[in-house]
Every structure is written in C-alpha cells, then in structure tokens.
C-alpha cells in the first residue's frame, strides 16, 4: 500500500520568505515571554496524555499553550506581553518549601493560590485591553477557574464555545475534557463531534479522536472505539514527509495501537510501525 503523505496544517507551515526581510521590534521583555513559554509549550505537543479529574483544566492549558502563542503573533506587543506574564503565573511553582535562593521566579504555596493569581491577571488583561486578547485571556480564566470554581468555570466555558475561531474550538475542547470527567459522556461526544466537523479545528484530528475513542470504551461500544484506535494508528503508521520517507508515529498513535491491541488484537496486526533510519554511526543512541 502506497504511503500517504501527511498534511501539515497551514497554520504550522513554515512562512513563505520575502525577497526583503521584514524588520520586527521587540523588547526584551517581550522576547524572553515568547520563548519561555514557546519552549514551555513543544514539550507537551502532539502527546495526547490522558487527562484526569482536578488535572484536565490545567493539562489542556498546558498542551496549548504553544498554539495559543501562533495566535499571539497577530497581537500588539503590550498585550502580548500582559498575556505571558499571567502564562507564566500560571505555571510557576507549586511548593511548601521555600525557593532556592538563586531562584528568581514566582512560587506558590498552593495550586488555589497560583490558580486565583493567574485569574487575576488574566482578569486585568481582559480589562484593559480589546479583542482578541479580551477573548483569549477570558478562555485561560475559565480553564484556571476549573481548578478552584467547577460550576463557576462550566458556564463560562460553555458560553465560550459558542463563538467562532480558535477561542470558540478550543473552548469545547476544555468543556469536552470536563464534561467527561464529569461523567457526562454524551455531552463530551457531541462537543468532540462538532470540532471534527470543523475545517479547521486547530488541534490534531488524531487528538481528538483519540480522546473520543476513550469515551466510546468507558461507554461499552467496543467496536467503534477500535475502529478509532485503528484509523489514528494506520494512517500515522503510513505517514511520509515530503522526500517520502517515514515519520515517527506520535505518542497518541502508539497509545492508539495499544488501545488497539487489546481490543481487537487481529486488527492490531495490521499496524506495521515505520522502522526509523539509525542516526549516523549506526547506534540507536547515535553513537
């Protein structure tokens, strides 16, 4: 079977360059904000971890924060500025212990005191300045009221997904996450639905699959959760890049395949993952 070719998102496709660079100003602040939390947010891409009860609002803060900064690019510089300050409140350390003392960041003694500090902040950006950042700052209050205020953050979140653009995807995918820990099943189904029917979703298809799959199994149907597990599996296990050579399975593919294997272990044998070229020197380990 021919190998299909993976299409990368146009949003995370790399800029076409004019013949004459464009000159961008930053202050030094700005560009410290951007790349802490740009670094912040690659650890978490494209690995689909499982999200629990009291975690899944902070989790999904977490794993978007590098699509939340793609938006920021279109954003003034004070605003943006606003927004990665309280970023980084949000996931500064949580500890009873006093900080090292060459230790220059914020410390927290708990997860409520970081949550309300970031709300907070996220609440004076929200004041200050229009949209888009008016409606960006409101979604990361409402993912960190989840932590301290449940029935005070569903609301918020439900009126969130119901506007457009990223804002409004990313929002039902939050509620998606706290319906389900809720155990309100259908509703999750429903939200996971209508971003897949979405023509750009801004998440990873294979994410959210992988996230309604789950569902299908805590709900009994078997079967269509394996048709997922196997769909998200196969079509990464055939992925090439653009010189047709194979590309690693994401941890959510592999996590699929595991799913897979014990739901429907013959169609598991289907899945043949891509062996990866040895770096130089011929060593798994590139030595």
Same mark, same amino acid.
Do not use: C
């Given at each position: 079977?021919?190998?299909?070719?993976?299409? &990368?998102?146009?949003?995370?496709?790399?800029?076409?360059?004019?013949?004459?660079?464009?000159?961008?100003?930053?202050?030094?602040?700005?560009?410290?904000?951007?790349?802490? !939390?740009?670094?912040?947010?690659?650890?978490?891409?494209?690995?689909?971890?499982?999200?629990?009860?009291?975690?899944?609002?902070?989790?999904?803060?977490?794993?978007? &924060?590098? &699509?939340?900064?793609?938006?920021?690019?279109? /954003?003034?510089?004070?605003?943006?500025?606003?927004?990665?300050?309280?970023?980084?409140?949000?996931?500064?350390?949580? /500890?009873?212990?006093?900080?090292?003392?060459?230790?220059? %960041?914020?410390?927290?003694?708990?997860?409520?005191?970081? /949550?309300?500090?970031? &709300?907070?902040?996220?609440?004076? !950006?929200?004041?200050?300045?229009?949209?888009?950042?008016?409606?960006?700052?409101?979604?990361?209050?409402?993912?960190?009221?989840?932590?301290?205020?449940? +029935?005070?953050?569903?609301?918020?979140?439900?009126?969130?997904?119901?506007?457009? %653009?990223?804002?409004?995807?990313?929002?039902?995918?939050?509620?998606?996450?706290?319906?389900?820990?809720?155990?309100?099943?259908?509703?999750? !189904?429903?939200?996971?639905?209508?971003?897949? +029917?979405?023509?750009?979703?801004?998440?990873?298809?294979?994410?959210?699959?992988?996230?309604?799959?789950?569902?299908?199994?805590?709900? %009994?149907?078997?079967?269509?959760?394996?048709?997922?597990?196997?769909?998200? +599996?196969?079509?990464?296990?055939? +992925?090439?890049?653009?010189?047709?050579?194979?590309?690693?399975?994401?941890?959510?593919?592999?996590?699929?395949?595991?799913?897979?294997?014990?739901?429907?272990?013959?169609?598991?044998?289907?899945?043949?993952?891509?062996?990866?070229?040895?770096?130089?020197?011929?060593?798994?380990?590139?030595?």
């Amino acid at each position: 079977m021919a190998r299909k070719k993976r299409q &990368i998102p146009e949003q995370f496709r790399a800029p076409v360059q004019p013949d004459k660079p464009k000159v961008v100003y930053q202050d030094n602040i700005q560009t410290n904000v951007n790349r802490k !939390v740009e670094d912040f947010g690659k650890k978490f891409e494209g690995k689909g971890k499982n999200l629990f009860y009291g975690l899944a609002a902070l989790a999904v803060l977490a794993t978007l &924060i590098g &699509i939340f900064y793609l938006w920021n690019r279109r /954003s003034d510089a004070a605003a943006l500025t606003a927004l990665g300050k309280a970023i980084e409140t949000s996931q500064a350390q949580v /500890s009873s212990s006093p900080p090292p003392p060459t230790f220059t %960041g914020k410390t927290f003694k708990t997860e409520r005191e970081r /949550s309300e500090a970031a &709300i907070a902040e996220f609440q004076a !950006v929200a004041d200050k300045f229009g949209s888009p950042a008016r409606e960006k700052a409101r979604y990361f209050i409402a993912v960190n009221r989840l932590r301290i205020d449940r +029935a005070a953050a569903i609301p918020e979140l439900e009126e969130l997904s119901n506007t457009s %653009g990223e804002v409004g995807t990313l929002s039902k995918f939050a509620l998606a996450q706290a319906k389900t820990d809720d155990g309100k099943l259908d509703d999750a !189904v429903g939200l996971y639905q209508q971003i897949l +029917a979405l023509e750009n979703p801004i998440l990873a298809k294979e994410t959210i699959n992988f996230e309604l799959a789950k569902i299908y199994e805590r709900q %009994g149907k078997k079967a269509e959760a394996a048709e997922i597990y196997f769909d998200i +599996a196969k079509e990464a296990s055939e +992925a090439e890049d653009l010189e047709g050579k194979p590309i690693p399975m994401s941890q959510t593919a592999l996590e699929a395949k595991e799913k897979l294997e014990e739901l429907n272990p013959e169609k598991a044998k289907e899945i043949i993952v891509p062996e990866m070229p040895l770096p130089a020197g011929g060593s798994p380990f590139g030595r």
